[in-house]
């Protein structure tokens, strides 16, 4: 079973930046996906950016980009959340997740694309 680990979460102030980090049990092959979803209290789970392997494509969620960046390292089976310019509204628990075939494009953007999750890292951003 894929495991996923992220890390790199915590108490920042509004400006700061932050790197998340998600470590999967799986080298990247060819159509494995994995992905950033966020969920505030209340809120529906938001995508934020994914990551497909051979061939290689990123995708990115409209409502974040320009501050959120999707990076990897194939080496370490690690994929990167960069943030900055961070708000009190991006305050929530962050999500890795991933499969083993590339999802649909259609269905990207959306949890039920994704068979495996982590355990989820929480951003908080004072004001």
């Known amino acids: 079973q894929v495991q996923l680990v992220e890390s790199g979460g915590g108490l920042v102030q509004a400006g700061d930046s932050l790197t998340l980090s998600c470590r999967s049990s799986e080298r990247p092959f060819s159509g494995y996906t994995m992905a950033w979803f966020r969920q505030a209290p209340g809120k529906e789970r938001e995508f934020l950016g994914a990551?497909?392997?051979?061939?290689?494509?990123?995708y990115s969620s409209d409502s974040v980009k320009g501050r959120f960046t999707i990076s990897r390292d194939n080496a370490k089976n690690t994929v990167y959340l960069q943030m900055g310019s961070l708000k009190p509204e991006d305050t929530a628990v962050y999500y890795c997740?991933?499969?083993?075939?590339?999802?649909?494009?259609?269905?990207?953007?959306?949890?039920?694309?994704?068979?495996?999750w982590g355990q989820g890292t929480q951003v908080t951003v004072s004001s």
């Open positions: 990551q497909t392997w051979f061939p290689t494509n990123t």
């Open positions: 997740a991933a499969n083993l075939r590339r999802p649909i494009l259609s269905a990207l953007r959306t949890t039920s694309a994704y068979e495996y």
